[in-house]
């Protein structure tokens, strides 16, 4: 008989957990919007001491609150499914050695653990046990992964006593998979839990999201999204170009932190998932501008459709519980992109150092006998969203001329360059070094050419001469790119050669691919046979 009492513990017990999911996620809210309204007050954005990057003092210290980097959910479950798969069949291959190797199954033991992968997998999708709401949980969540794992097994016992499959295995090793595979899937879950938990506290596994336009549309909507059930979603403030009277200062109890602008910068300090913009389809014009200042950041853009109670066909809408969006712009190479896209940069990027370290040794050898000075050069460039990196190169210039700020393009029969360094510059030997770069991971081996941060043409600043310059940060900078494998590489002394350089690096990010990286990487030897440029 089972026990009342011991019934009653699990059920205290987890609503002692779920209580606590909510008052934590509660407590977060309740101290991070009376830490922002102290600092704010309902007066006008526009009258706050201002920080750095135009943001008032207290939206910055807000931003520097929001960095880390968070746990991708998709990533996160397939690396569980990935857990459970080996588990399964770990536990499967350690029960046919329990006997002193005795118990041989042979193939019928391949096949059943194939069987029992497959069905595992099935039956936990079932019961939502890749949930993310359901990691967070303690007994709920093993007592879900037990009662799929004695599934699996009841399905077996039915299929032999009925059509006599897998007689010929042997009970003890089916009473050994089954109990070292609950042990080890149970075990294994209880890691998870406590990570989940954990990353929930330090906030790395929620999506942070912006409200872009204020008033009472944006209070029906943060009324709605916070009302949904087991609600991943952090409301991290409210950026509006309207004033005051037409845009409250604080709404559902979040604060107007900036205009437009102010959120760019914003965006770009702290961790942020997702933009979520409050504003009426009707009002196309209005949308569209903000668009045009929105796209350039490395996020999921959202068009709320709550108020329009327009219905969508499912393709390019999205909903968070019952609340419709319109997907505008979605974040480039995340989640197992970019875990592929690591994978691929870390393997092709250690193979060709371990190939080329002849030659950048030669290259180091002769950049020090022909001319005094470091042997590598470390110039200030633009990185992913924006940030400042320092990337490595072999010196190419005289030590006295050299020029890490880039003040002065470098021409043809630039007197700066050592003989040695026109020969490394035509054949981007010179760019050799960024291979450690791509292991360090501030560049990725194919991506958009990081620009020195002080680049520009006829005394303008790149992000000045094309509209949406910024837009070719959302993702890594690369060693090689789309650009100069149509011939756009060298020296950038016209408005058209930077525009085509913008040009191809927006169509790289919006045509990402793995096999894309590769034709590029392929690419690359031949087209730097085309020095007309470089030098």
Same mark, same amino acid.
């Given at each position: 008989m089972s026990n009342p009492a011991f019934k009653r513990s699990e059920i205290d017990t987890r609503e002692a957990e779920n209580n606590a999911g909510i008052d934590l996620r509660q407590n977060l809210e309740k101290q991070f919007r009376h830490s922002v309204n102290d600092a704010i007050g309902p007066?006008?954005?526009?009258?706050?001491?201002?920080?750095?990057?135009?943001?008032?003092?207290?939206?910055?210290?807000?931003?520097?609150?929001?960095?880390?980097?968070g746990i991708s959910v998709p990533v996160l479950t397939g690396l569980v499914r990935l857990t459970d798969v080996v588990l399964i069949m770990a536990s499967a291959a350690v029960a046919g050695f329990a006997g002193g190797g005795e118990l041989s199954v042979g193939w019928s033991g391949v096949f059943s653990t194939i069987a029992a992968v497959l069905f595992t997998l099935a039956f936990f999708q079932a019961a939502d046990v890749y949930q993310v709401s359901v990691m967070r949980q303690g007994l709920s969540q093993l007592g879900r992964v037990a009662a799929g794992w004695t599934l699996v097994f009841a399905m077996f016992a039915l299929l032999r006593s009925t059509t006599g499959i897998g007689t010929g295995l042997p009970d003890p090793w089916i009473g050994a998979w089954f109990a070292?595979?609950?042990?080890?899937?149970?075990?294994?879950?209880?890691?998870?839990?406590?990570?989940?938990?954990?990353?929930?506290?330090?906030?790395?596994?929620?999506?942070?999201a912006i409200i872009v336009g204020g008033g009472t549309a944006a209070a029906e909507l943060i009324h709605e999204i916070e009302a949904q059930p087991d609600n991943d979603i952090r409301i991290c403030g409210i950026f509006d170009d309207r004033a005051n009277d037409r845009s409250p200062p604080v709404v559902a109890g979040y604060p107007k932190l900036g205009n437009i602008s102010a959120l760019v910068e914003f965006a770009r300090l702290a961790r942020i998932d997702m933009l979520i913009v409050c504003i009426p389809l009707r009002a196309e014009k209005r949308v569209l501008q903000l668009l045009k200042k929105l796209?350039?950041?490395?996020?999921?853009?959202?068009?709320?459709?709550?108020?329009?109670?327009?219905r969508f066909r499912n393709r390019g809408t999205s909903f968070i519980g019952t609340v419709p969006f319109v997907d505008v712009v979605e974040k480039p190479i995340a989640n197992w992109d970019m875990v592929g896209k690591r994978i691929f940069d870390l393997v092709f990027a250690s193979a060709a150092i371990v190939a080329l370290f002849p030659l950048m040794v030669a290259a180091a050898i002769a950049i020090r006998l022909d001319s005094k000075g470091p042997i590598l050069f470390r110039q200030k460039r633009y990185g992913f969203n924006n940030e400042i990196i320092e990337i490595l190169k072999f010196r190419s210039m005289?030590?006295?001329?050299?020029?890490?700020?880039?003040?002065? +393009? @470098?021409?043809?029969?630039?007197? &700066?360059?050592?003989?040695?360094?026109?020969?490394i510059r035509?054949?981007? /030997?010179?760019?050799?070094?960024?291979?450690?770069?791509?292991?360090?991971?501030?560049l990725s081996l194919v991506?958009?050419?990081?620009?020195?941060?002080?680049?520009?043409?006829?005394?303008?600043?790149?992000?000045? +001469? @094309?509209?949406?310059?910024?837009? &070719?940060?959302?993702?890594?900078?690369?060693?090689?790119?789309?650009?100069? /494998?149509?011939g756009w590489r060298g020296e950038v002394d016209t408005q058209q050669k930077i525009e085509k350089r913008v040009e191809c690096d927006v169509y790289y990010i919006e045509n990402?691919?793995?096999?894309?990286?590769?034709?590029?990487?392929?690419?690359?030897?031949?087209?730097?046979?085309?020095?007309?440029?470089?030098?």
């Open positions: 007066q006008n954005f526009h009258g706050l001491p201002k920080g750095e990057n135009g943001l008032s003092v207290a939206a910055l210290q807000l931003a520097q609150s929001l960095g880390g980097k070292l595979g609950l042990t080890g899937l149970c075990l294994s879950r209880f890691v998870v839990y406590s990570l989940v938990r954990h990353w929930m506290t330090r906030g790395r596994l929620e999506r942070r796209w350039i950041l490395p996020v999921d853009i959202r068009l709320s459709a709550h108020t329009d109670k327009v005289y030590s006295e001329m050299s020029d890490p700020d880039a003040k002065q +393009v @470098v021409t043809k029969g630039d007197p &700066r360059v050592t003989r040695v360094g026109r020969f035509k054949t981007s /030997i010179d760019e050799l070094p960024q291979l450690f770069n791509v292991l360090a991971g501030t991506g958009p050419r990081p620009h020195a941060v002080n680049a520009h043409t006829d005394n303008t600043t790149w992000d000045d +001469v @094309v509209d949406g310059y910024f837009a &070719r940060h959302k993702v890594k900078p690369g060693v090689t790119g789309w650009a100069q /494998i149509n990402w691919s793995i096999l894309f990286d590769l034709k590029i990487l392929l690419l690359t030897p031949f087209r730097l046979l085309n020095t007309e440029n470089a030098y």
